[in-house]
């Protein structure tokens, strides 16, 4: 099946510091999807990208699908308390009735206040 | 918007009971599906559906069953639980040729 690599697994910053993490798929996708859990909720979308070389922005989170179709990044910057929680990177090789999302692991960010 | 609704939001089982854990979608989505998390794992793929009538299996499905009778309703039930079923579930939608999921707020369960 596929993998998908998360890094780093956790991470602790100050507020106002950017923050940057990546997945690594071992094969390609067509869509990656960042989201992000709050502690005792649901994961919620933060971002989707859906071509190779596509470079998103939402507010201050900045996503990119890499070239090679096999990484993308997530960048926070100017961290605030309220970007603590879990960051998942999702991956998809396909739409339609075979569309099945491979998750990353996820980081744990924690922003000293 | 209700989104995608979960119900209970905790419940802890003896080994061996049965439960089903519910979710509603009001979105219309065809494409339903069921994700536990664990500690280091991240979500796992239980059951999904890709539309009334039609479910398949997942990464992990053993010892759990779904049905799909409605396009908006897809339980998942587990007909005797075991400690290592002890996780958070999450139910999730999209539309047919949608790539984005949406999310329920997960069910916390507890097998003892």
């Known amino acids: 099946g596929q993998q998908l690599n998360q890094s780093p697994q956790s991470m602790f910053i100050q507020e106002g510091e950017d923050v940057s993490m990546n997945c690594t798929s071992s094969?390609?996708?067509?869509?990656w999807l960042w989201y992000k859990q709050d502690p005792g909720e649901g994961p919620v979308l933060l971002i989707a990208?859906?071509?190779?070389?596509e470079l998103t922005s939402n507010g201050r989170l900045t996503a990119q699908f890499g070239i090679t179709r096999k990484d993308s990044f997530l960048n926070i910057s100017a961290s605030i308390p309220s970007d603590v929680g879990i960051y998942f990177c999702?991956?998809?090789?396909?739409?339609?009735?075979?569309?099945?999302?491979?998750f990353g692991k996820g980081t744990l960010l924690t922003v000293n206040p | 918007n209700a989104g995608v609704t979960q119900t209970p939001k905790f419940q802890v089982l003896k080994t061996g009971q049965s439960m089903t854990l519910q979710c509603a979608q009001d979105?219309?989505?065809?494409?339903m599906s069921w994700y536990r998390q664990d500690p280091g794992m991240g979500l796992r793929l239980i059951h999904y559906?890709?539309?009334?009538?039609?479910?398949d299996q997942g990464e992990v499905p053993n010892g759990y069953n779904v049905s799909r009778s409605t396009t908006e309703d897809f339980p998942l039930r587990l007909l005797s639980a075991a400690p290592s079923q002890t996780s958070v579930y999450f139910c999730?939608?999209?539309?047919?040729?949608?790539?984005?999921?949406?999310f329920g707020e997960g069910s916390w369960l507890t097998v003892v």
């Open positions: 999730a939608s999209r539309t047919g040729g949608g790539n984005t999921i949406y």
């Open positions: 094969s390609i996708f067509n869509t």
């Open positions: 990208l859906y071509k190779a070389g």
């Open positions: 999702a991956g998809s090789i396909s739409g339609g009735s075979n569309y099945k999302l491979t």
């Open positions: 979105m219309n989505h065809e494409y």
């Open positions: 559906s890709v539309g009334a009538g039609i479910t």
